[in-house]
Nanobody
């Protein structure tokens, strides 16, 4: 049974930092595209950052140079380091997995390509 569990969300002031974690179980963690998504109230879910099997990283333009995605295969854990947070980063953040033998380009394929989702963690940034 595949499970993705996010943690690390919270409330911070603008300019602050948070690190989100996503612990995966039930599949071979290194055989998947891993992507962080977010959804703000009244907005569509958007891909924020993705990491491929060769650890290539992809980001949406609004978070480049502020967010960093990483993973620890030994701990089956995906991370999202978020620095210099802005009020517009306020959203529920989800991790998602597309199970593939070798991931390339998962971020670009978007939400429809993802096989499994976590339940999300709330991030609130106040001005």
């Amino acid at each position: 049974q595949v499970e993705l569990v996010e943690s690390g969300g919270g409330s911070v002031q603008a300019g602050g930092s948070l690190r989100l974690s996503c612990v995966a179980s039930g599949y071979a963690f290194n055989m998947a595209c891993m992507v962080w998504f977010r959804q703000a109230p009244g907005k569509e879910r958007e891909a924020v950052a993705g990491i491929d099997s060769d650890t290539s990283e992809s980001y949406t333009d609004s978070v480049k140079d502020r967010f960093t995605i990483s993973k620890d295969n030994a701990k089956n854990t995906l991370y999202l380091q978020m620095d210099n947070l802005k009020p517009e980063d306020t959203a529920i953040y989800y991790c998602a997995a597309e199970l593939v033998a070798f991931c390339r380009g998962g971020f670009a394929r978007g939400a429809n390509a993802m096989d499994y989702w976590g339940k999300g963690t709330q991030v609130t940034v106040s001005s």
